[in-house]
């Protein structure tokens, strides 16, 4: 069974257009993230989510609205999509020890979104 | 702030020799250091990390990891390298925190030559 999923796993649309990336995870985490990983391969924070509640927002354009229905999914919604929005979208999920930092994090394969 | 660097944009070594790839970090604090390997269109998987206790941190697919709080360095390593090791290898520092996020390096390129 995966732990973490990700829907869709490839994803091309056009400029202007919203779509939504879906991500469950079956491994009874509280915390769940959305992270970037750009054209050259960076890795960045964009929002984290506990237990349904917004922990981290990191200086992401409006556009981009996490919602989290219950503390299985996360799911990324992104209104009027930009040339610029192309990357892979990783989701994680852990299990946070008072927030120490220690827990690992546990990624789904990522959705490649291609904005054209 | 914290940050970790990995100042190689690659290396490349031969089947059966060892590897290292490096990583340093800054940190104020506890240092929380992860591995992660990310396989060509595939997402990161975890490889290991440093909490506290023993230097040497044993992980995944017989890699390991050496604290070095001196030189502030994780650098990754394994005794002999296989062409399946070939992958993107990312160095972390967990955050802590209420934010509690990870901050990752920014990648080194593992290519093993047959």
């Known amino acids: 069974d995966t732990a973490v999923s990700q829907t869709p796993k490839y994803l091309v649309t056009q400029m202007g257009n919203d779509k939504s990336i879906k991500c469950e995870q079956n491994l009874g985490h509280d915390t769940m993230y959305w992270y970037k990983q750009d054209s050259k391969k960076f890795l960045k924070i964009m929002f984290s989510y506990n237990n349904k509640e917004l922990i981290i927002n990191e200086t992401v354009p409006n556009r981009f609205s996490p919602k989290s229905p219950d503390k299985a999914h996360l799911n990324l919604h992104i209104n009027s999509l930009e040339l610029g929005d192309s990357a892979v979208y990783f989701c994680?999920?852990?299990?946070?020890?008072?927030?120490?930092?220690?827990?690992?994090?546990?990624f789904g394969p990522g959705t490649r979104l291609l904005v054209l | 702030a914290q940050s970790v660097a990995q100042p190689e944009d690659q290396v490349n070594v031969a089947e059966g020799n060892p590897l290292t790839v490096k990583c340093t970090y800054s940190v104020s604090g506890n240092p929380y250091l992860f591995w992660y390997v990310q396989y060509p269109n595939r997402g990161l998987q975890f490889l290991l990390k440093?909490?506290?206790?023993?230097?040497l941190v044993k992980g995944s697919y017989g890699f390991e990891a050496e604290f070095n709080k001196s030189q502030t360095s994780f650098h990754l390593k394994k005794p002999s390298a296989l062409v399946s090791d070939s992958a993107l290898y990312f160095c972390a520092v967990g955050s802590g925190g209420a934010t509690n996020k990870l901050i990752f390096g920014t990648g080194t390129l593992l290519a093993v030559q047959p």
């Open positions: 440093y909490i506290t206790g023993d230097n």
């Open positions: 994680a999920s852990n299990m946070p020890h008072a927030g120490s930092g220690q827990e690992t994090q546990y």
